[in-house]
């Protein structure tokens, strides 16, 4: 079975930043791109950033371009998210899925999900 | 950046028949993927590849997708069926994932 945990959300003061993690398991982690998709409370679904199966490429929404970097760790069947300069704006729900493929220029399904961590900027 | 359109919230009684859309320019020329988001849980595929249906998924879901608006059908809907939808594609140009605001789903 696929599972994926997210960690390192929390409080955190705006210009402030923050590293989220996401550790897969049930799945050669290796094989397929990865995704963070962000929601805000009560609001619906973003896509922020993707990276494929190398971490040779990788793609973000405007909105956190220049401040947040995804990157992953095969050898630790794990993804992270470096996010920097922190703003209101990026309060949410921050959950990492799982491709159905291996690159991010693929129309693939995000076919499994984990629960999400929160990240809250507030002073 | 290519921008796909859904209602707000959609209405059914048990038994009958749901229609979500997804609008977005030339829609049919792009594959649709469907999530669906009870409320507190995290998304879960229910439509890929514009009518394809993962394991697990009961067939009263089905897709489709053609012109300017794809469409997810639920057919005898349940009380279990309410939840949000989602409908998202891969945008080429970009390679950014794009999802549509979302419809939520209620059963009369």
């Known amino acids: 079975e696929v599972q994926l945990v997210e960690s390192g959300g929390g409080l955190v003061q705006p210009g402030r930043s923050l590293r989220l993690s996401c550790a897969g398991s049930?799945?050669?982690?290796?094989?397929?791109?990865m995704h963070w998709v962000r929601q805000v409370p009560g609001k619906g679904l973003e896509w922020i950033s993707g990276?494929?199966?190398?971490?040779?490429?990788?793609v973000y929404v405007d909105s956190v371009k220049g401040r947040f970097i995804i990157s992953r760790d095969n050898a630790k069947n794990s993804l992270y998210l470096q996010m920097s300069n922190l703003t209101s704006e990026d309060t949410a729900l921050y959950y990492c899925a799982k491709d159905s493929s291996g690159g991010v220029a693929a129309s693939g399904t995000l076919d499994s999900w984990g629960q999400g961590t929160l990240v809250t900027v507030s002073s | 950046s290519y921008v796909l359109t859904q209602p707000p919230s959609v209405s059914v009684a048990p038994g009958e028949t749901a229609r979500i859309i997804c609008g977005g320019d030339?829609?049919?020329?792009?594959?649709v993927h469907w999530y669906q988001q009870t409320p507190g849980q995290a998304p879960v595929l229910v439509i890929s590849y514009d009518t394809d249906r993962p394991s697990g998924i009961p067939e009263r879901f089905s897709g489709s997708n053609s012109g300017n608006t794809a469409t997810l059908t639920i057919s005898r809907v349940e009380a279990g069926d309410e939840a949000d939808y989602y409908c998202?594609?891969?945008?080429?140009?970009?390679?950014?994932?794009?999802f549509g605001g979302g419809t939520k789903l209620t059963v009369l």
């Open positions: 030339n829609i049919g020329r792009r594959i």
């Open positions: 998202q594609v891969w945008e080429s140009d970009t390679d950014l994932r794009v």
């Open positions: 990276i494929n199966w190398n971490s040779v490429s990788r």
């Open positions: 049930g799945f050669k982690f290796d094989d397929y791109a």
